[in-house]
């Protein structure tokens, strides 16, 4: 059994009735006549058909009188077949579909008719696309989202046909089959019948292809049409409030309920209903509430999917609601605890909230620390630099706050370590590279700018203040870390100036070794950035194409300006003029200088 030529061609009933317009009528003809009884070319004044001819469009609708007059005026133009006229046919207003009209009043008219009447009735239209089946009766109830996607339902029912066989004959849901399947290409019907189950597996698989393919309330009618309607169903009573309970809500009951029971709150649901969460109550759902759950937490794909959809049924303030239910069970400060690779993204975020609010109501510099898990969903992001907005998806929002969180404590971690105490410069150049100190400016950097997907003025102000001191203490230490430098280069001035790890002596070696094999040397200076920026902007850049084969942090010549640094490296030495101040002189009296350490 195969599908009809033309159906790849028909996008709605206006372009099968061009193609029909085509095959029906004869070339050259000049009355063409067509059945609209459901509308579909209302507002049109004419359509092309499949060779680019043009007809004018002429409506009856038992409208006798005007009828005549347009016609006698297309009579008084004298059309021709270069404007052939379509007689459309339609419904006059307020009757029912089963009305019938009487074209007597029309003899003479249509005996100019030229091939055959086209009809777009829509049984008509899908049947001259498939295949000449009974069609239940409430096909026409779904007429207007046929003529929509005309291909697309024509499509879906062939994928159906091939999965019942060529000899079954329809039922009433497989048009609800078939228009699911039409929306839906990744949708597989074996998913969408059930000869017999439980009440609480069609619960879960309702639910779970609603999660997996985001059904809208009208679809989701559709399916529950099909369950209800596939196979023998017991203990209907038991399923029927879920019918009636709105889908993206039953998401969040599902898992919000599977996290709180799991932290030993009581009476999750109906306590969940209390703060206003659902818009029906939850009382008739509790019965299959847990047998529902179990089936759909032992398909770990589908549970994520369900997950996902329930994140986005929620505002944030509603989640920070629910969390309230914490409250006696779980202290506030050790709610970070409760993170893991099960907890859903919207709650993480908001757990994540209340551990800040908390942490910095507490005491204006408290130190933060991580979960101990980070689910796998965030994973990706904590090396990311993008910030999604306060209103993206709560995964997206949560990972980012995770990322914050990870930064911040990173900052802490290296604020509160001692002062290295090398034997000599080189030694302080990696110490100040290995413990971190070169990366805790650009850290807090992206904190701040990670804050963004917080989205509450009051939580950002008092951010804001915790930030604020925290680069206070960040720009002690990196002093502190200056007056080191200081003081180890004032004590050998001479041994830093020929020091091996000197950018000074940097090069001439390496060309000395380069040259000697008759090979060149290519060079690049990136000028103008901290070591930090080299580590996390222009080093993961360039290792996309490059091998970075080997990696020297090295010392820069003092002062630091841009012009003489880049001398002194091509030129392996520092430039001292007539009458100038020499290079010892210099480095003992520099007063203004970051860091002495370079790329």
Known sequence: MQAKATSSACSDKQAHLAHRLHEAVPHGAKLALCFDPEGDLTGLNDINNAVGRTWRIVTYHEDDLAFRLAMGALEAEGWSADSPVLLRVAMPDLVPLTHRIDLSFLGDILRRVEGEPIDLRTDVVVTFHTEPVVWPEHLQAHAIRISRDLKGFIDGYWRMRKAIGPDRPLSRHHIEVALLLARYQELDYR??????????????????LVAEHEFDPEDGQLFWDVLTGSGYLSQRHLFSPWMEFPMGESLVLLTFTDFFEGQGVQNVALSLSGLGLFSQPVHDLLPLLPEVRAFLKAQPERWRRIIQRADRQCAQDQVEQAISLLKG??????????????TPPTLVMA?????????????????????????DWAEAWLNRWEVPHHDAPAEARAATMLRMLSRLATIQRVLVASLPQPADIGALVDAYVESGDARVELLLA????????????????????FFDTLQRQILDRLEALDHLAGDL?????????????????????????????????????????RYDTWTEVVRPLLAQTFAIEEEVPLLAPLPTYTQL???????????????????DASLQTSKSWRPVMSD
């Open 191 to 208: 998913d969408l019948e059930l000869s017999q189950a439980y009440p609480a597996e069609i619960v879960a698989r309702f639910l779970s």
């Open 329 to 342: 069970v779980v202290p506030a400060e050790r709610r970070i605890s409760l993170i893991d690779a099960g």
């Open 351 to 375: 757990l994540l909230l209340g551990y800040l609010d908390d942490r910095l109501e507490r005491e204006p510099m408290p130190i933060l620390e991580m979960p101990a898990r980070v689910p």
């Open 446 to 465: 992206l904190a701040r700018k990670d804050a963004d997907v917080v989205g509450d003025e009051v939580r950002l102000s008092r951010l804001q203040v």
């Open 489 to 529: 280069i004032q004590r050998d001035v001479r041994g830093y100036l020929t020091h091996p790890r000197s950018t000074i002596h940097f090069l001439r070696p390496i060309a000395a070794k380069v040259g000697h094999g008759g090979r060149r040397l290519f060079v690049w200076l990136f000028d103008g950035m």
């Open 565 to 583: 640094a880049r001398k002194s490296l091509f030129a392996g030495g520092i430039p001292i003029r007539p009458g100038r101040v020499s290079a």
